[in-house]
C-alpha cells in the first residue's frame, strides 16, 4: 500500500506560480510510476502530467505544456508539480496518483494510488 498526501495548493493571481508536493508512504515509492490529475467542478477528471519511473518519461496534457513541471526526489519519497504562468482555466482539485501497472498513463483507471486531492484557484 501507499499512502499519498499532497499539499501546496492555494490562491493565486493570473500569471503567478504554485508547486505542488505529493509525499508518499508505505512503500518504496520509487519503482512507481507517478502522475497528476485534476478536476473542476462539474467536469471530469482530467490528466495534467506523468512521469514513468523506468526510463524516466514525462508526459503532459496539452493544456499545460511549457507551463508545467513535473518532477521527482525519489530520497523524499515525493512527486512536485511546478505550475507556473497560470490561468483561471488551470483553476481546479488537483491529485496525484501512483501505480505499477504499466499502461496508459493519461487514463486515471490506471492509477491505484490516489491522493486526497489539493486546492488551486486562480483569479483574474
Known amino acids: 500500500q501507499v499512502q499519498l498526501v499532497e499539499t501546496g495548493g492555494g490562491s493565486v493571481q493570473v500569471g503567478g506560480s504554485l508547486r505542488l508536493s505529493c509525499a508518499a508512504s508505505g512503500r518504496t515509492f520509487s519503482s512507481y510510476d507517478v502522475g497528476w490529475f485534476r478536476q473542476a467542478p462539474g467536469k471530469e477528471r482530467e490528466f495534467v502530467a506523468a512521469?514513468?519511473?523506468?526510463?524516466?518519461?514525462?508526459y503532459y496534457a496539452d493544456s499545460v505544456k511549457g507551463r508545467f513541471t513535473i518532477s521527482r526526489d525519489n530520497a523524499k519519497n515525493t512527486v512536485y508539480l511546478q505550475m507556473n504562468s497560470l490561468k483561471p482555466e488551470d483553476t481546479a482539485v488537483y491529485y496525484c496518483a501512483a501505480t505499477q501497472r504499466g499502461g496508459s498513463l493519461f487514463r486515471h483507471p490506471t492509477y491505484d494510488y490516489w491522493g486526497q486531492g489539493t486546492q488551486v484557484t486562480v483569479s483574474s
Open positions: 512521469l514513468r519511473w523506468k526510463d524516466n518519461n514525462i
